[in-house]
């Protein structure tokens, strides 16, 4: 039995129209998980965390260094 030539073109039009649908559909669901991705906000408890752990580390960072100055004079005197 061979196929007609109008019956093997519809059939190659067929799939390639499918191929780009199913093409398409991935991009709108990927372009969707990064839309969602984007629009997560930061909840005010978690930004105040954040913003009371930096200004703790500062302030620790700030204390050593001025011991850190402190140990430093006193040898430097003595020599």
Not at 6 to 25: D, P, S
Not at 58 to 69: G, I, L, S
Request: with cysteine; proline share 1%; hydrophobic share 35%.
């Amino acid at each position: 039995m061979k196929l007609s030539p109008v019956l093997l073109i519809l059939f190659v039009a067929v799939c390639v129209y499918y191929l780009i649908e199913f093409i398409n559909h991935r991009n709108e669901k990927n372009s969707k998980r990064k839309i969602i991705n984007e629009n997560v906000e930061i909840k005010d408890r978690v930004a105040s965390a954040i913003a009371s752990k930096i200004s703790s580390d500062a302030q620790q960072h700030r204390k050593n260094r001025e011991r850190y100055n402190y140990i430093k004079s006193k040898v430097d005197k003595k020599e």
